[in-house]
Nanobody, 118 residues
């Protein structure tokens, strides 16, 4: 019954922006640590951003610092990834991840494709 559903991916030109959403259900979202990962074609999975349960602490991968912003709305059980100044190197499948602090295991969404191309 746990679900993480990503949306908002698509095709965007270099320099453009995109906002990804991850709608969560079936677990205690408000105390979960939420993360975004991505996996470029033919490459391994990379941690993009992390946000604490209350949203007060965030961390970003070096390649996206200053361009991406992670945020959450606990009233809506949703975490977002705002992506600005997109580059072709940002092309990847983006995955939402939740660390459930009560059950002590994590959950994954199905992923959403982001393609940055002229």
């Amino acid at each position: 019954q746990v679900q993480l559903v990503e949306s908002g991916g698509g095709l965007v030109e270099p320099g453009g922006s995109l906002r990804l959403s991850c709608a969560a259900s079936g677990f205690s979202f408000s105390i979960a640590i939420m993360r975004w990962y991505r996996q470029p074609p033919g490459k391994g999975r990379e941690l993009v951003a992390t946000i604490s349960s209350a949203g007060g602490n965030t961390n970003y991968g070096d390649s996206v610092k200053g361009r991406f912003t992670i945020l959450r709305d606990n009233a809506k059980n949703t975490v977002y990834l705002q992506m600005n100044s997109l580059k072709p190197e940002d092309t990847a499948v983006y995955y939402c991840n939740a660390w459930d602090r009560l059950m002590r295991y994590d959950y994954w969404g199905q992923g959403t494709q982001v393609t940055v191309s002229p």
